[in-house]
């Protein structure tokens, strides 16, 4: 399995050589070459595993150059119930991402069991142990360098904490996430991480990252690597548990399912889009946006036009306040025909602050189920209270974003699963705004919003960021 570059000017490489870097020498997103296809029998075969033998059955398709029984000994290591340990009362740890039934054809997958209670520990638990794997086999270090809207950043952290030959360097919008996302970052005293607050948004925060990685001198001198869902390690596991929901609601594989996952930089779902195109059969890729409602505007439109900071809006589902999203450029790769020409055509002008239409291509979504919805503040308030009324489930902002839209565009007769992504005790204000209560969470995470913080509040300084980063490794 060869890995090629959405730009078409960089080698093709294999996972372990892509697996440190994340973005392509070209400035592209790596993607498989083809992407290997399950056969009905194939998916057959799959039904009634375990959440690790399914990883391992999807992961050995695309990652063939550890060997089998490394790779199976990493996956087993990543997906233990004692690391997915706070499922919800009555869900069993050990399904990793059990299924909740709302009603009669509509789901919630949860993935938020993981250590920092948000989807992000699904593939991010399983990037840092592929990461000390390959480090110690060849001896090297890696400075990592990530940006977050909220739980990537923890996600990577937890992750990476203690882990050796590994430093992270993460960025994040400076007093715009949750009082507890906070708290989870930089209460972490370890002295191989590093928090940097920036004084900007996100778009901010992800623009620099991109910036060091496209300066190949200085990324290969500082062995700067990367974590946020441009790396393709990110995605290839979050293909898995579109997997495991799809088997958990059906009976057979002729019949279809539809996913709704909240979206912000497209990375969750473009793991969604990759599955169908590897043969599970999804009939719909619903698209939940809030504010920041890009996506949905292309989606509706064929007009892709990324917002600057100053309309970038900072809403109760913090995680997804992104106006430019950075896996996009996967799925419009594959939607103009794999043309790198054309991709770099269209990101020409969106890394130079502009936009693209391509509304001629709108007909061409249908091929690949996508549609779109937004949400914003009252919807998703409206929302987690009815669902708790309802269903007697308190969900948080960005998965009532996801579960608002998806009640809108469901269809009676298909399974719709919305990809639940944070436990609501992340946006403690929001649910008690929403509902006049404060949201359980975790015993062992009571109070740690006390903790001692340690953080670097910086402007978004690309040649500040770099001497920082110079001046602790």
């Known amino acids: 399995m060869k890995y090629i570059s ?15 870097g994340g973005l392509a020498p070209d400035g592209g997103l790596y993607l498989p070459e083809t992407y290997p296809k399950f056969t009905n029998a194939d998916l057959t075969a799959m039904r009634g595993m375990n959440y690790p033998d399914l990883a391992f059955a999807i992961l050995s398709r695309l990652i063939d150059d550890i060997p089998p029984t490394d790779l199976k000994a990493i996956i087993d290591k990543t997906y233990r119930a004692d690391v997915y340990a706070y499922a919800r009362s009555g869900q069993n740890a050990a399904d990793i991402t059990p299924t909740l039934k709302l009603e009669d054809n509509l789901y919630l997958l949860s993935l938020s069991n993981g250590p920092t ?12 142990n592929l990461f000390e794997y390959a480090l110690t086999k ?16 923890s996600a990577a952290e937890y992750a990476m904490r203690g882990k050796k030959g590994i430093r992270v360097f993460m960025l994040s919008p400076h007093k715009k996430m949750s009082r507890f996302q906070t708290a989870q970052m930089f209460s972490l005293q370890d ?12 778009d901010d925060c992800q623009d620099m990252v991109k910036a060091v990685s496209n300066d190949a001198d200085f990324k290969a001198k500082y062995k700067i690597g990367a974590v946020n869902s441009i790396n393709w390690g990110r995605i290839v596991a979050q293909v898995v548990y579109y997997f495991k929901g799809y088997f958990a609601v059906t009976a057979n594989n002729a019949q279809q399912v539809s996913f709704s996952v909240p979206s912000g930089n497209f990375g969750n779902v473009c793991a969604g889009h990759i599955a169908r195109m590897m043969g599970l059969p999804i009939d719909k890729l619903v698209v ?33 306040d992104i106006s430019k999203a950075s896996n996009f450029e996967r799925f419009v790769f594959d939607l103009v025909g ?34 779109s919805g937004s949400s914003n503040h009252a919807n998703r308030m409206k929302t987690i209270r009815e669902t708790k009324a309802k269903y007697n489930v ?13 009640m809108e565009l469901r269809e009676a007769d298909v399974p719709m699963i919305v990809l639940e992504t944070a436990l609501p005790a992340k946006f403690e204000d929001a649910i008690v705004e929403a509902l006049g209560e404060v949201p359980e969470r975790p015993a062992d995470l009571s109070g740690i919003e006390n903790l001692p913080q340690k953080f670097t509040v910086m402007e978004a300084d690309v040649a500040a960021i770099k001497e920082f980063i110079v001046k602790h490794v």
């Open 6 to 20: 959405t730009r078409g000017q960089s080698p093709a490489s294999s996972f372990s050589e892509i697996l440190l």
């Open 117 to 128: 209670l948000a989807f992000k520990d699904m593939a991010m638990q399983l990037l840092g």
């Open 138 to 153: 060849t001896g090297k270090t890696t400075n990592i360098l990530g940006a977050t809207s909220g739980d990537t950043g």
């Open 191 to 202: 002295e191989n991480i590093f928090n940097i607050a920036v004084n900007g948004v996100f």
């Open 288 to 320: 939940a946006t809030n504010e920041n409602d890009v996506l949905d505007e292309f989606f509706k439109t064929g007009a892709y036009r990324p917002r600057g900071s100053a309309n970038t809006y900072h809403t109760s589902s913090p995680s997804m």
């Open 338 to 371: 794999r043309d790198s020409a054309k991709v770099r055509e269209l990101w020409g002008s969106v890394d130079k602050g502009g936009a693209f239409d391509i509304k001629q291509l709108l007909p061409k979504l249908a091929d690949y189920g996508f549609i």
């Open 394 to 406: 308190v969900i948080d902002t960005h998965t009532a974003d996801g579960l608002k839209v998806a």
